[in-house]
Each structure stands twice: as structure tokens, then as C-alpha cells.
């Protein structure tokens, strides 16, 4: 029912909008690798939209902080949302097949260019997924994956343990990912 | 792997499952505090009221035993032992579940852990000749940031046990005590479980005054006053609001409109008569004289409403489609119906699962103590039991319903007759399945 709407053909089409689909912005990554994209795409990042606006953009956007295979997953995801006629079901669609295939580092990386560059869609969505791996996994594969030590005592970690073992109940056996 | 800023770590643990999270305190004393605090616990709630997720619904069968499913998968959760020996379930709020006994308790079925009431006596108890009727209702008042259990009781006078009045106590769980407010000054109502059904720091309820002549009322569980809300404007003649429940953070109403048929409605926007907008309206499978239909859950997609009716069974229905298919729940015994077509009933209650304490501030750690004990006390005697019934019963059951389905739906409009046919396939496929 809502899609009836959708683009009004001819009447109302934003000059501005127009401007910014044909516009292409040069994203740079940490290693030097150079992406086009167009402003539409690129300003789902509230960060480079903010950048675009003050016009500090000057043809060439630096990302020190995203490395050239992450900036390219980014940039598949901004293209798919900025893209005309795409329902919000394919787009759904989109983003489950988005992340379903990513390793847990792979997501790590893009929850952290999602993060810095703002991108709230992408960053809910790949949050969601790393908690979804992360649910029947055990203490120890928490640990490995997120670089944390053990600062409980073997008597301490066993009396915890003890005391709910229900929850030790069903996890995953630790195979990576 | 990188390294995740703080506030992503306590993003990620606020989306998983409590039992996940029970492993996760394990890890080291930093995520052993963040867990523990209430800031998290109450994020933690917050995401899933959000996403609509870890939503469970809670079962207690027509053998009075308890169980669980997710509400996603409809597939069963491990409870442990269940506290509810000679307790019924009545309402939940904030994962917390009420059940009621002579000693009522509160109940947190994803810690699994539970707190005894302390004992209330009538108050003055040497007063009291008869006592009439007992209900409760629960809810979470957020101004104190507390969770309150109402009792009211109707106290009655003489040999034929004549009203007097209505005692009404509220339990703080911050204070572990009960305190006496206001008599209630109404009726209770009757054939309900629950006094109140929870929503926005108020318990909410059906005041009869005649036939066809009720009123919604709200009790404030921080002042603990009564106050009126607006009722659907519903046209035709005896027509009234029959009972007010809450689905997805909404209050809604029964309206009974005659044998055949009865409208849930929704009130959109909280206190404003104008958003009271029908939902849907469901036809019995048989004429029935006086129809409980509850409204228990939306489906994640909002096309769906679960529904439970009458404890028979839980009907699924499609808001787009307005057609019924019925929800098989793993593990639920079917009604046993006699001769009179009576059948005993269940009674379903969704639940979040949630990290909310019971324990009292004001207390040392006996609560704790007394839980994992109750769960050490707790006796297994009961799945061999429910496989054995269910499978003999449910296959007539099935096709009790199969029949009733296709009589209602079948020789109305063509869409109808359509959909009709299809309730009957998905139940008959179902029947075949199994």
C-alpha cells in the first residue's frame, strides 16, 4: 500500500537531490585504495555528511581509520540504501545476506567503520548479528574473541559456574567463528 | 581481531538472551559488574521491549504445570523447576511473573529465581467474619522505581457472607512490606485471575456498574488512586467493553458483540478516547454464550495476533489475511472435554526475558539463599506424564477444531470461504505431521 506513493513521476523531485545522485565523492582508505561513490550513497554516513557539508570534503575523503576490503563491504551496503525504488523488504533482505556470510573478525571490522563513519543502520544490523553468533558460545570463545583475560581465581570461576550451571547448558562447541 | 570500544561491548550484551548473559558474568569482573548493575539490567530490558525480542510466553497447562516457549520460535525453554507448586500464574511486567497462593511470589522465570511475600493478614484480622474474594495485580511504578504487588480482598459479613468492603494492600518490593491503602470501592470482577493488567505505572480493570455499563479504570500504583480512562466509542445496542488487557505496550478491550462474534480493540495512544481503533474480530468456531478472548502477542512482522481463547487453544490471527490458523505449542496438553463439552482450561502469559533482582535493598542476601534452595527443593515429576497425554488427546483435539473451523468459516463471503480452506489444510497437514 505504501509503495503506491513511492516516486511521484515528474512533480516534486528535489533539484538538490537530483544533484547529489549524479555527484561522486572519492573515499580514501587507510592503505591508499580509492573508491567512487555517489554523494547520494555517501551521505548515509552522518560523518561524511558532515564533512560533505562543511566542505571540507575537496574532491578526496580520507578514512585513516578503515582499511580498503572493509571501506568496499561499506560502500556495497550505503549503494544498496541509496538505491531508487529498493522496498524496505528487499533492503531487509539486503542486510540479513549482507552480514550472514561474515566471518566474526570481518563484522568487528565494520561494526568499527560503522561506528566512526555513522552509518546507525549498519551498525544496529551487524551489532544484532555479532550478539546472534555470540549467544550460545562459551566463556572461553568470549574471551578469545574479544581479547579479554581472566581475572577470576580457578575456585572463584568454579563457584560461578556451580551456581548456574543451567547456563553452561547447550553451548556451542568451540569451532571458530 | 580489533578491539571494540566500550560502548559497543554493552550495546552487543544488551541483545542477548539472559541465560547467554548468566554464562557471560564469567568472563572477568568487568563484565561481571557491567552485567550486575542496574543501568544494564534496565538497557537490557529497554532493547527488548524495543526490538521485540526475547519475548517468551509462559504456559501453565490444564495439568497445572508450567512451561515456556520463545515466541520467535515457539520453541520450548528450559525453565529448570518451576516455583509454582500450589501457585497460579497471574500477570507479568518486566520479566518478573506474579503467581499466587496462600503465600503469593514473584517469580523472574529467565534467572530463575523467586521471592516468597511476606504473610499479610486481614487487617484488623479479628474483625473479619467471612471472607468473599481474593485477586492481585503487578506492575513496576517507576517514579519510585519499584515493583508493586496489589491485593485486594472483599470482606463480607454474616451467614450468607454479605459485602462490606474491599481491603486493598500494596507490597513494595523495595521495602518488602505491605502497607494498607484506600478500600477499593468496587466489585470485583468476577471469573478473572488477575485484578489489574499492567501498563504505564497502573494496573488497569473493568468496573461493572449494570449490564452494558462498566467503566475502564486505572489504579496508580505510585499514589494509589483510582482514576477513570476513556472507553471505544462503540455503536449498537448492549454493547459494552467486557475485560482490558495489554499486547505490545497497548491496552486493550474485549467487546463481546453476540454469540458469534467479539472485537479486540486497541487503545493507539495512552488516555486518548480517539485512538480506540478495532483491531480484529474473531468468529467462535461454535456460538458461544460468553467468549474469553485474549489478546497475548503481535507477531514480530505486526501482521499477526496471538490470541488466547478461552485456554482452549491459541489462535494466530492474520491481520491482513483476517483469517485464524492455530498455534500448536510444543508440549501443551489439549482440554480434556467430558460429555458436557466442558473443558478445563490453560492460562498463557508473555513474559520478557529480563535480568530484573528480587532482591530488596533493605534486606541482606536471604533472598538469594531462598531461591537457589527452592530450586534444590523442587521435585521432576511431570514430562513423562505430558507426552504420554498429549499425544492421545491432541490428535482429536486437532480435529475437534479442524471441524468447528471449517463449519464457522465456511458460507459466509468467497474470500471467506477460501480462507476457510486454507486454516483446514494447515491444520490437517499439521494433524498428518504428527
Redesign the interface.
Known amino acids: 500500500m505504501a509503495r503506491k506513493n513511492r516516486n511521484p513521476v515528474g512533480k516534486n523531485v528535489d533539484p538538490e537531490a537530483q544533484k547529489k545522485k549524479t555527484r561522486t565523492l572519492t573515499l580514501k582508505s587507510s592503505d591508499g585504495q580509492e573508491f567512487s561513490i555517489s554523494e547520494s550513497a555517501a551521505v548515509l554516513s552522518i560523518a561524511i555528511e558532515n564533512m560533505v557539508e562543511d566542505d571540507c570534503a575537496g574532491g578526496v575523503i580520507p578514512l585513516p581509520l578503515v582499511d580498503g576490503g572493509t571501506l568496499a563491504r561499506v560502500i556495497t551496503y550505503l549503494n544498496k540504501h541509496a538505491e531508487d525504488g529498493a522496498s524496505d523488504e528487499e533492503k531487509r533482505k539486503f542486510d540479513e545476506e549482507f552480514v550472514s556470510g561474515m566471518e ?2 570481518v563484522l ?2 565494520v ?2 567503520a560503522a ?1 566512526y563513519l555513522d552509518i546507525r543502520g549498519l551498525l544496529r544490523e551487524v ?2 548479528r ?3 553468533r ?6 572461553e570463545w ?2 578469545k ?8 581465581t580457578p575456585e572463584e ?1 568454579e563457584q ?2 556451580k ?2 550451571a ?4 547447550g ?1 556451542d562447541s568451540d569451532v571458530d567463528d | 581481531m580489533p578491539n571494540l570500544p566500550p560502548e559497543i561491548v554493552t550495546d552487543i550484551l544488551s541483545r542477548l538472551p539472559v541465560k547467554a548473559l548468566r554464562r557471560f558474568r564469567c568472563v572477568s569482573k568487568p563484565w561481571r559488574s557491567l552485567i550486575d548493575s542496574k543501568d544494564f539490567v534496565k538497557l537490557h530490558l529497554h532493547q527488548s521491549t524495543k526490538t521485540n525480542s526475547n519475548r517468551c510466553l509462559l504456559v501453565e497447562d490444564t495439568l497445572l504445570d508450567a512451561f515456556a516457549v520463545d515466541l520467535d520460535s515457539f520453541e520450548r525453554l528450559d525453565l529448570g523447576d518451576p516455583p509454582l507448586h500450589d501457585h497460579g500464574m497471574a500477570n507479568s511486567c518486566n520479566g518478573l511473573v506474579l503467581a499466587v497462593s496462600d503465600t503469593p511470589l514473584l517469580w523472574n522465570p529467565s534467572t530463575r529465581k523467586f521471592k516468597e511475600l511476606p504473610p499479610t493478614p486481614l487487617d484488623p484480622p479479628g474483625d473479619v467474619k467471612v471472607y468473599v474474594n481474593e485477586l492481585y495485580g503487578f506492575g513496576y511504578d517507576s517514579k519510585s522505581d519499584d515493583y508493586k504487588v496489589v491485593r485486594v480482598t472483599e470482606v463480607g459479613d454474616g451467614p450468607d457472607g454479605e459485602y462490606l468492603y474491599s481491603e486493598t494492600k500494596i507490597y513494595s518490593l523495595k521495602s518488602n512490606s505491605w502497607k494498607r491503602v484506600s478500600d477499593y470501592p468496587h466489585i470485583l470482577p468476577s471469573g478473572k485471575r488477575v485484578w489489574g493488567v499492567y501498563l504505564n505505572d497502573a494496573l488497569h480493570t473493568v468496573v461493572k456498574h449494570c449490564h452494558h455499563c462498566e467503566s475502564i479504570m486505572a489504579f496508580d500504583l505510585g499514589t494509589a488512586e483510582h482514576h477513570e480512562l476513556p472507553r471505544p466509542d462503540l455503536t449498537g445496542e448492549n454493547v459494552g467493553v467486557a475485560s482490558v488487557e495489554v499486547m505490545g505496550g497497548y491496552l486493550t478491550a474485549l467487546v463481546p458483540r453476540n454469540m458469534n462474534r467479539s472485537e479486540i480493540w486497541v487503545m493507539k495512544e495512552y488516555g486518548v478516547k480517539e485512538s480506540w481503533t478495532k483491531l480484529l474480530c474473531f468468529a467462535p468456531p461454535m456460538p458461544e454464550p460468553y467468549m474469553n478472548l485474549t489478546p497475548l502477542a503481535y507477531s514480530n512482522n505486526g501482521d499477526e495476533v496471538l490470541l488466547n481463547y478461552d485456554g482452549r487453544c491459541l489462535p494466530a490471527y492474520s491481520l491482513r489475511k483476517q483469517a485464524v490458523r492455530i498455534v500448536d505449542l510444543p508440549g501443551l496438553v489439549p482440554p480434556f472435554y467430558n460429555v458436557a463439552c466442558f473443558a478445563t482450561s490453560f492460562y498463557a502469559e508473555v513474559y520478557v526475558g529480563s535480568l530484573v533482582s528480587l532482591d530488596s535493598p533493605s534486606e541482606d542476601d536471604g533472598s538469594e539463599k531462598q531461591s537457589v534452595q527452592g530450586q534444590v527443593n523442587a521435585k521432576k515429576d511431570k514430562n513423562n506424564r505430558d507426552e504420554f497425554l498429549s499425544v492421545g488427546f491432541k490428535l482429536v483435539y486437532l480435529f475437534m477444531t479442524l471441524l468447528s473451523y471449517s463449519q464457522v468459516l465456511v458460507g459466509a463471503s468467497g474470500d471467506e470461504e477460501e480462507i476457510s480452506w486454507n486454516v483446514s489444510m494447515e491444520l490437517f497437514n499439521r494433524c498428518g505431521v504428527e
Open positions: 566474526m573478525g568487528f571490522d561494526v568499527l561506528n551489532r544484532r555479532i550478539a546472534d555470540m549467544k550460545n558460545k562459551s566463556v568470549v574471551r574473541t574479544f581479547h579479554i583475560e581472566s581475572d577470576f570461576e560461578m559456574k551456581e548456574f543451567w547456563a553452561w547448558e553451548v
